[in-house]
T-cell receptor, first 113, second 116 residues
Framework: DQQVKQNSPSLSVQEGRISILNCDYT??????FLWYKKYPAEGPTFLIS?????DKNEDGRFTVFLNKSAKHLSLHIVPSQPGDSAVYFC????????????FGKGTLLTVNP | NAGVTQTPKFQVLKTGQSMTLQCAQD?????MSWYRQDPGMGLRLIHY???????DQGEVPNGYNVSRSTTEDFPLRLLSAAPSQTSVYFC???????????????FGSGTQLSVL
């Protein structure tokens, strides 16, 4: 059973608006979360992460919010740009190790000009 | 700096054939791993290695073998390919085998495998 869930397969937004990608998890032992971005025919690339001791982490246009009580995290992209169009994966470390990740199914973000 | 290099990029096999997917990294990373990506399934960990001579199973190891004779290389072997192994395979590496949260995975560009 998947421990990290992304229930929205796709999201479409207009350029300049906010994109919000959601992720839920079931394992309360997860203490770190990561977001990866993947373009077609390329491997995933690390985007942003958050420790469970924080509820927010910001890096430029990207902000991740963590709600531990709801076992929910979200990635906000503001403002969205056409180059942000990609598949976004939420991930968490298995067994507390950052290199053994379990991934969600991904959300395809399309930013329309 | 090439990073993580995977070969081949595309491969078609017949059921029962064997092959090896190659992965090499030039970043002196201790940790290497293999993932497969299937439609609607995300990425799933197949095998991983925390250093030369050390390998372990991930979430979906059946049908795959690995070995790690050098720090740089981590090949994935399919001994008898099955249609269920049709997928995109990604190799990834990371510097710290202790799994410090400051480290992140670097992925190769993938191998698209079709088993007929």
């Amino acid at each position: 059973d998947q421990q990290v869930k992304q229930n929205s397969p796709s999201l479409s937004v207009q350029e300049g608006r906010i994109s919000i990608l959601n992720c839920d998890y079931t394992n309360s032992m997860f203490d770190y979360f990561l977001w990866y971005k993947k373009y077609p025919a390329e491997g995933p690339t690390f985007l942003i992460s958050i420790s469970s001791i924080k509820d927010k982490n910001e890096d430029g246009r990207f902000t991740v919010f963590l709600n531990k009580s709801a076992k929910h995290l979200s990635l906000h992209i503001v403002p969205s740009q056409p180059g942000d169009s990609a598949v976004y994966f939420c991930a968490a470390p298995l067994g507390g190790s950052n290199y053994k990740l379990t991934f969600g199914k991904g959300t395809l973000l399309t930013v329309n000009p | 700096n090439a990073g993580v290099t995977q070969t081949p990029k595309f491969q078609v096999l017949k059921t029962g054939q064997s092959m090896t997917l190659q992965c090499a990294q030039d970043m002196n990373h201790e940790y290497m791993s293999w993932y497969r990506q299937d439609p609607g399934m995300g990425l799933r960990l197949i095998h991983y290695s925390v250093g030369a001579g050390i390998t372990d199973q991930g979430e979906v190891p059946n049908g795959y073998n690995v070995s790690r004779s050098t720090t740089e290389d981590f090949p994935l072997r399919l001994l008898s390919a099955a249609p269920s192994q049709t997928s995109v395979y990604f190799c990834a590496s990371s510097y710290s085998k202790t799994g410090l949260h400051s480290e992140k995975l670097f992925f190769g560009s993938g191998t698209q495998l079709s088993v007929l």
